[in-house]
């Protein structure tokens, strides 16, 4: 009793050809790895650094103080 191949091989062969053939970096190559590589870390950034500049000026004036 043998096994049959596997059944993604031929969907395989033709990712590995489409990732072997483009010219880009690594983690550039998929569909979606523009969103999760470029656009998420500086939607982060840009969070963070509204937050602390945000942060430096309630301190400079005063605003949100605890009595």
Do not use: C
């Amino acid at each position: 009793m043998s096994e049959e191949p596997f059944a993604a091989r031929a969907k395989l062969i033709e990712k590995q050809k489409y990732f072997q053939s483009i010219h880009k970096h690594t983690y550039l190559k998929g569909p979606m790895d523009k969103v999760t590589s470029v656009a998420i870390p500086l939607a982060l950034a840009g969070a963070s650094l509204f937050l602390i500049g945000r942060g430096i000026y309630n301190m400079s004036y005063g605003i949100g103080k605890k009595e």
